[in-house]
């Protein structure tokens, strides 16, 4: 059974240029493969990366205001300090 389908080359699987032509379908494949794995991999990198930039944004504002509320301490602790430094002035004449 096996040899009435083999054909006239002898072999169960065709001839070679058959086998020649299913290795370079294979091969168009595996390059598009890599290709759409390639551009697969980019979309997530750039997906992470805006993700990224999300994250060091906020941490930025969240520096920036813990910046401008220790800056406002400053100014009322100097605001105090003054004043206190000034009634003891006075109370010293």
Do not use: D, H, P
Not at 8 to 33: D, N, P, Q, V
Not at 48 to 59: K, P
Request: aromatic share 8%; hydrophobic share 65%; glycine share 10%.
């Amino acid at each position: 059974m096996l040899a009435g389908a083999a054909g006239a080359s002898g072999t169960a699987f065709g001839t070679g240029k058959e086998i020649y032509e299913m290795s370079g379908l294979l091969m168009a494949a595996g390059r598009l493969g890599s290709i759409a794995a390639l551009i697969a991999l980019l979309i997530v990198l750039v997906k992470q990366l805006i993700v990224f930039v999300g994250f060091l944004m906020f941490a930025f504002k969240v520096v920036i205001v813990i910046a401008f509320v220790a800056l406002m301490l400053l100014i009322v602790i100097t605001f105090l300090t003054a004043r206190n430094r000034r009634r003891r002035e006075a109370e010293e004449i």
